[in-house]
């Protein structure tokens, strides 16, 4: 696709149940990013994929958080047993490879709210 | 790890004139620092970069300075404009890792 594309673009679930969140990154980025973003705060770094594999999931909060990639393509960030503090919005973003060597790109995120 | 500090967390400044936000980072071996520009309810955008092996790079009213021996880089936003106002954030990149990280943001605002 043209962008980095997340689903849902809105989600409000209530406290205890699980949640997916999509990530459908630029067509031929094989490096992938989540973040999470709480209201008026910065980038919180959760996990990062290269290709299928996630060299670095030391930003997850908490077992309750989860991420895969299939097919070096979509992945989905899944929050099981949700609590209010989950309540933010939930970015991804995508790279051609190595951020190192090239521009990273976020989509619009998905602002998930636990009632 | 890497640590990005970002200053000021709010800058208001009149329209036409210039606005600077500065960011220092800890590891001397990150080397590629992107600014990210969000407006409200949308995703960051990267708006200018700099690689380490550059002092200075410009793009229009847009430019960023690097300072490698005191780890701090800098944004620079000439003759502001409306369409200025929204959240800057500077990050810094080590290449071992690819781990990017985020300063706190500035929100910016241009006042008429």
């Known amino acids: 696709g043209a962008g980095v594309s997340q689903s849902p673009s809105n989600k409000v679930t209530e406290k205890g149940k699980d949640v997916e969140l999509r990530c459908d990154p630029i067509s031929g980025h094989t490096a992938l990013y989540w973040y999470r973003q709480s209201l008026g705060q910065g980038l919180e770094f959760l996990i990062y994929f290269q290709g299928n594999s996630a060299p670095d999931k030391s930003g997850l909060p908490s077992d309750r958080f989860s991420a895969e990639r299939t097919g070096g393509s979509v992945s989905t960030l899944t929050i099981q047993r949700t609590q209010q503090e989950d309540s933010a919005v939930y970015l991804c973003?995508?790279?051609?490879?190595?951020?190192?060597?090239?521009?990273?790109?976020f989509g619009e995120g998905s602002w998930l709210t636990v009632v | 790890g890497e640590n990005v500090e970002q200053h000021p967390s709010t800058l208001s400044v009149q329209e036409g004139d210039s606005a600077v936000i500065k960011c220092t980072y800890s590891?001397?071996?990150?080397?590629?620092f992107p600014w990210y520009k969000q407006e409200l309810g949308k995703g960051p955008q990267l708006i200018i970069d700099?690689?380490?092996?550059?002092g200075e790079k410009k793009d229009q009213r847009i430019a960023v300075t690097l300072n490698k021996t005191a780890k701090h880089f800098s944004l620079h936003i000439t003759e502001t404009q409306p369409e200025d106002s929204a959240v800057y954030f500077c990050a810094a990149v080590m290449n071992r890792d690819d781990k990017i990280i985020f300063g706190k943001g500035t929100r910016l605002h241009i006042l008429p």
């Open positions: 700099i690689r380490s092996n550059v």
């Open positions: 973003a995508s790279s051609l490879d190595r951020v190192a060597g090239n521009t990273i790109y």
């Open positions: 590891d001397s071996a990150s080397n590629y």
